[in-house]
């Protein structure tokens, strides 16, 4: 069934945000009816490492009379930094897809033991139970759960501090974690029924020749398109970013990247419009 007819309207779209399922504050259900107040009639739901929310998401999207895109966000080591690559209209039941993910869960069960060995060398103990208590999903545990710990501590104001203190590359409780390669997540996204999406480029330390081969590389191994869009990108990444995306053949993609309505960045919904001479992602995305 098709709900709308297409192109949707832009300022109707937002294709990454997040739940309690990975990072985010508000569980599946609530983010969609936040989003769905706040005018949004196409979301996708891109958890990171985690499809576990999106089966209520699309339930309280039907009740809301909005599409859900059903959506993930892997986390990717590319030249030995992390990037994100978004997956959108895939299948959360593709057996390739599944347990690629579940690797990469395993992988952070993993890395959190070693974060709270390093934040205990700084002399923050406990900080291992501290996150997981804050894990709505404890399948999934991430800085971000060991950022609103250790504001409860009080080592710093807020999670953009504690990540700059702490947990950002560089910083004493930064572990390196190898992810899953570009072509494997791109791979899994594709093998599932969804179209690839480079996550917010803008946030990456790349620019120039770096940045171009990414973008060729991602594009030559089955990537579809980048967030021109994003909660984290300033009014000049996003005409830098619609260009590039024009010379690289890619479509274009927005998203708010919204964690909580106290995190910081954009809330659903609140995007700025994406450059006329973008061909917009979603006008490929089949939505039921
Ligand atoms: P992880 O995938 O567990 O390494 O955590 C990545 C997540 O941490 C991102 O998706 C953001 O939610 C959050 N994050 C990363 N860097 C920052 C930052 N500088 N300030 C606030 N949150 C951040
Ligand atoms: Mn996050
Ligand atoms: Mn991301
Ligand atoms: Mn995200």
Redesign the pocket.
Known sequence: MMAFALPVPMSLVDLHC?STAS?GVLAPAEVVRRAAARGVAVLALTD?DELGGLALAREAARAAGIVLVPGV?V?VTWRAQ?I?VVGLGIDPSHSELVAGLARLRAG?RERARMIAAELARCGIQGSLEGAYAYAGNPDL????HF?RFLVERGVAAD??SV??RY??QGKPGYVH?PWASLDQAVGWIQASGGVAVLAHPGRYRLSGAALESLLAEFHAQGGASIEVVSGSHSPEDVRRFAHLAGCFGLAASAGS?F?GPEE?GLDLGALPPLPEECRPVWSALALE
Do not use: N
């Open positions: 997040h990072d990171h966000e986390s992390t994100h952070r545990i991430g800085r971000t950022a999670v953009k990540f700059q947990l950002a974690h990247d964690h910081g």
